[in-house]
C-alpha cells in the first residue's frame, strides 16, 4: 500500500524505525492543501496551495506499527489521497488530524526531523510554514474534505 508522508516521517531514518520494511517511492505533492501545525504537522484544506510530500509502500505488517505512532484513531483519521508524481497521479492513503486540535507550533526536535526528511527527498526548506501564524490562515477549516477512512 502507499502512504504519503509529510511531517516527521520523511525523514527516510525516522520511518524505518517505524516501519522497517518500508520502500521509499518517490516525492508527491498533495493539491489545495497547506501544512499547519497543530504542534504536529497537519495538511488542512486550503484551496491553490500544495503540501510537499513522499510516497513510502508500506507492507500491512507494518501498518500497525505506523498507527501506533500516528496515535490512530484517537489523535488522527487516516484519509485517501490522490497526490501528484512525477509520473502523475496516485492514490495513496495518509493521516489527518481529527477535528479541535489548536493551531500551535512544533517541539524543535519535531521539527528538526521534518527539515530532516525535506533533505532526504530534496524538497526545499523554504518550503516549511513560519511556527505560529500570525495572519490568521491557520484558521482554516476543521473539516477535512477527502476524510475516508481506510484499513
Known amino acids: 500500500m502507499l502512504y504519503f508522508a509529510y ?3 520523511l525523514s527516510r531514518a525516522h520511518m ?3 516501519c522497517p520494511s518500508s520502500v521509499p ?3 508527491a505533492t498533495l493539491a489545495d492543501h497547506r501544512l499547519a501545525f497543530r504542534v504536529w504537522a497537519d495538511a488542512v484544506p486550503s484551496p491553490g496551495d500544495e503540501v510537499p510530500g513522499a510516497l513510502y509502500r508500506i507492507a500491512a505488517s507494518d501498518l500497525e506499527s505506523l498507527d501506533e505512532y500516528e496515535e490512530y484513531p484517537s489523535l488522527v483519521e487516516r484519509a485517501r489521497v490522490t497526490v501528484r508524481t512525477e509520473s502523475g497521479p496516485v492514490e495513496a492513503f495518509t493521516y489527518r488530524m481529527r477535528a479541535g486540535r489548536a493551531f500551535a507550533p512544533p517541539a524543535d ?3 528538526g526531523l521534518i527539515e530532516e526528511g525535506y533533505d532526504d527527498w530534496g524538497i526545499a526548506r523554504s518550503l516549511l510554514p513560519m511556527r ?3 495572519d490568521g490562515k491557520a484558521a482554516g477549516p476543521e473539516t477535512p474534505s477527502w476524510s475516508v477512512e481506510v484499513p
Open 132 to 134: 505560529t501564524e500570525p
Open 109 to 111: 526536535d519535531y521539527l
Open 7 to 9: 511531517g516527521a516521517n
Open 16 to 18: 524505518r524505525l517505524w
Open 25 to 27: 517511492a518517490g516525492r
